[in-house]
């Protein structure tokens, strides 16, 4: 017997995909950081399970997440409108539209910051491979993406918050 499954449509506008009623999975005190971050996730309104696709915006003095790096997923960043500056634990870097970035797993710990008075807008896409951690340089935070999808964090030391 088949499953009916109800449609879902083929193409949208991006804006009017609802945004996640949660801004952040990261627990307090990093929690109320992300204040200023909204994401529409596209893959998920799609239904894709192998990457997602996020429509990020950031208002001014909004971060796109804590300074970070994955182990095994990689991301890629592509600038629609604004200009954010990339922070890397190497360097910074203000982004025009138009600009992208990438971040191959292991790589350089990144992050966005909107240090300008109008929204930056950008699409963020990254895989979903399972078994990933995420790293977290200038605080004291921990990450590992369990069977169900889902992010534990825990701190440095392995106490749970």
Not at 134 to 158: E, M
Request: proline fraction near 7%; aromatic fraction near 8%.
């Amino acid at each position: 017997m088949s499953e009916h499954k109800t449609p879902r449509a083929i193409a949208v506008e991006a804006a009017r995909v609802p945004s996640r009623t949660k801004p952040s999975n990261y627990p307090e005190p990093f929690f109320s950081r992300m204040n200023g971050r909204e994401k529409r996730q596209l893959g998920d309104f799609f239904g894709l399970s192998n990457f997602g696709v996020n429509l990020t915006r950031l208002a001014p003095g909004g971060v796109s997440a804590l300074l970070h790096r994955h182990s095994k997923q990689e991301e890629f960043v592509y600038i629609l409108a604004g200009e954010p500056t990339l922070i890397t634990d190497a360097a910074e870097m203000r982004l025009h539209p138009g600009m992208c970035a990438g971040f191959p797993a292991q790589g350089a710990a990144h992050q966005l910051v909107n240090r300008t008075a109008q929204d930056v807008v950008f699409l963020e896409i990254g895989d979903r491979t399972s078994g990933d951690e995420g790293s977290y340089p200038n605080d004291d935070i921990q990450a590992v993406l369990g069977v169900d999808g889902k992010w534990t964090f825990t701190h440095k030391d392995g106490q749970p918050y």
